[in-house]
């Protein structure tokens, strides 16, 4: 039950509830003391409001009841576009924390293409980038990148779990972070324009490492982070992507 209605309804009950005990019990004591106890008109009065009492809260109870849904309903129906993007990044990051359910997730079809790309591209970058310790490991992911995409109209953003990220010392984690970011702008490249928005967001089991935007243009000779207009460990800067309504604007 709930405590409003507790603190309500409940203490009405009871001393309605009491009232007419008492109320009986004193009729009933005031007869059998044969004229020898008074007080039968106040026994009469209490019971009168007791059962007076009891009647209109039960009345009452529906009434208040319905106006208590309704404010939960319009409770729920507020907006709050806040709680719904949280809500999205939130589902989004849940998505990739095992690859049980695969290494590719995303809002739609095509983003699910992006991201079994951008997984492949990755895993292939990371052999060739990095020197292999031995298989015998412990990962959530089955060593392997599990990638959310979220791709929207004008803008892009992959969250990727990176198996064993912990083991990467700050250098390594540098590298291959430039290695993220460009192939995420491969990744875009038939499906955003230039200067659309693109945010990556690296992640071990719990943190993220690495978190960059910018936005999407040709990438040219060795500058893998060509188009990054911030890098941080801040993942609720991505939270803009899976906001309902998307803009355009980098504060510079």
């Given amino acids: 039950m709930s405590p409003v209605v507790l603190c309500t309804c409940l203490p009405a009950l009871v001393t309605s509830f009491l009232a007419i005990v008492f109320g009986h019990l004193g009729l009933v004591n005031v007869k059998r003391s044969g004229g020898a106890l008074t007080g039968r008109g106040n026994a009469i009065t209490g019971l009168a409001m007791g059962y007076g009492f009891l009647v209109a809260t039960l009345l009452a109870m529906p009434a208040f009841f319905a106006q208590l849904e309704a404010f939960r309903n319009a409770q729920s129906d507020a907006p709050n576009s806040s709680t719904d993007f949280h809500s999205a990044m939130d589902n989004a990051e849940l998505l990739i924390q095992t690859d049980n359910n695969g290494v590719a997730h995303g809002n739609n079809v095509r983003a699910n293409e992006l991201a079994q790309s951008f997984s492949t591209m990755m895993a292939t970058s990371r052999e060739i980038a990095f020197e292999r310790e031995g298989e015998n490991r412990l990962s959530l992911t089955g060593d392997r ?24 010392d ?27 928005e693109i945010g990556v967001g690296l992640k071990g089991a719990f943190l993220y490492g690495s978190v960059l935007e910018g936005v999407v243009q040709p990438v040219e000779g060795d500058n893998l982070r060509a188009g990054v207009l911030r890098s941080s460990t801040d993942a609720s800067r991505l939270q803009k992507f899976f906001e309902p309504f998307q803009t355009n604007e980098f504060p510079r």
């Fill in 170 to 196: 700050d250098d390594a984690k540098e590298l291959l972070s430039n290695i993220a970011w460009a192939t995420a702008q491969n990744v875009v490249d038939e499906d955003l324009r230039r200067g659309d």
């Fill in 145 to 168: 990148f599990v990638v959310y995409c979220q791709l929207n109209e004008d803008s892009c953003c992959f969250l990727v779990h990176v198996p064993e990220y912990r083991r990467y």
